[in-house]
């Protein structure tokens, strides 16, 4: 199994579309994204000049996407492509780039109902740092990943 990174472009946007829609239940808005949506938010992230996106690859096909928008990391992958392996070797391929790009630290919100995502970004080297609430319950867990450790 081979794994890359590459950096999005316009055609990718669709494939985007696709997995953003696919997990919905991960994101803090659960709401379908419509094409109109997510090309205006696409639009915003590709022209801010500190917001990073990229495509994973593995075995040359398109299977998840990382971004850094505003220092806060998010990824996802397709169903199919989870616990082989692809999703760590894209993180650190990430973080290289980042480190390149001269973050020092990101940041990302995982929600307390999903365990397995908290269980993988912690052997990937994140950290919990803070618990988050919401309607005064317990909802996600901010955490920070710090670059030089990889």
């Given at each position: 199994?081979?794994?890359?990174?590459?950096?999005?472009?316009?055609?990718?946007?669709?494939?985007?579309l696709?997995?953003?829609?696919?997990?919905?239940?991960?994101?803090?808005?659960?709401?379908?994204?419509?094409?109109?949506?997510?090309?205006s938010?696409?639009?915003?992230?590709?022209?801010?000049?500190?917001?990073?996106q990229?495509?994973?690859?593995?075995?040359?096909?398109?299977?998840?996407?990382?971004?850094?928008?505003?220092?806060?990391?998010?990824?996802?992958?397709?169903?199919?492509?989870?616990?082989?392996?692809?999703?760590?070797?894209?993180?650190?391929?990430?973080?290289?780039?980042?480190?390149?790009?001269?973050?020092?630290?990101?940041?990302a919100?995982?929600?307390?109902?999903?365990?397995?995502?908290?269980?993988?970004?912690?052997k990937?080297?994140w950290?919990?740092?803070?618990?988050?609430?919401?309607?005064?319950?317990p909802?996600?867990?901010?955490?920070?990943?710090?670059?030089?450790?990889?």
């Amino acid at each position: 199994m081979k794994v890359r990174i590459r950096k999005v472009s316009k055609n990718d946007w669709e494939f985007i579309l696709k997995l953003r829609n696919l997990e919905r239940m991960s994101f803090h808005d659960t709401s379908i994204v419509d094409w109109d949506t997510h090309v205006s938010y696409m639009d915003k992230i590709t022209n801010n000049p500190t917001d990073h996106q990229w495509i994973v690859v593995s075995d040359d096909k398109d299977v998840g996407y990382i971004k850094i928008v505003n220092n806060v990391f998010g990824s996802n992958l397709l169903d199919g492509y989870r616990r082989k392996g692809i999703g760590s070797a894209a993180y650190k391929l990430v973080f290289e780039e980042a480190k390149k790009l001269g973050f020092k630290k990101l940041t990302a919100e995982v929600k307390i109902e999903r365990p397995i995502p908290l269980t993988f970004e912690e052997k990937t080297g994140w950290k919990k740092i803070k618990l988050i609430y919401k309607n005064k319950k317990p909802y996600s867990y901010k955490i920070e990943k710090t670059l030089d450790i990889l």
